[in-house]
Nanobody, 115 residues
C-alpha cells in the first residue's frame, strides 16, 4: 500500500532552479536510504544523490555543487534542490526509499532544461 508521490518537475531555463519532492503515502519502517535517480532517453539510469540514516549525503560528480538532497524524516519526505540547471540535466527523475528489506520507487517526474 505504500506509494511514493513525486512533484516539482517541469521546464526550466539553463541556469534556473527546480525543487523536487517525494513523499510516502504510507508508513515505511526504518528507512535506511533516500535517493534520487534519473534516466534520460538513450542513457542508463544513474544515481544523482542519496542520503543515509546518519544524514551523510552522496552526489554524482555531474551534479556536485549544484544539487542538494535533504529530508524531513517525520514527514517521510525527501527533496532535491536543483540549481544552475544545465540541458544535460534533462531526464525523468525517480525517488527511491530503501529499507534494507525492500525498495520503494516514485512514479517519476520529468525535468526539462531548455532555452
Amino acid at each position: 500500500q505504500v506509494q511514493l508521490v513525486e512533484s516539482g518537475g517541469g521546464l526550466a531555463q539553463p541556469g534556473g532552479s527546480l525543487r523536487l519532492s517525494c513523499a510516502a503515502s504510507g508508513n515505511i519502517f526504518s528507512i535506511a536510504v533516500m535517493a534520487w535517480h534519473r534516466q534520460a532517453p538513450g542513457k542508463e539510469r544513474e544515481l544523482v544523490a542519496k542520503i543515509i540514516r546518519s544524514g551523510m549525503t552522496t552526489y554524482a560528480d555531474s551534479v556536485k555543487g549544484r544539487f542538494t538532497i535533504s529530508r524531513d524524516v517525520a514527514k517521510s519526505t525527501v527533496y532535491l534542490q536543483m540549481n544552475s540547471l544545465k540541458p544535460e540535466d534533462t531526464a525523468v527523475y525517480y525517488c527511491i526509499f530503501g529499507t534494507g528489506w525492500s525498495d520503494y520507487w516514485g512514479q517519476g517526474t520529468q525535468v526539462t532544461v531548455s532555452s
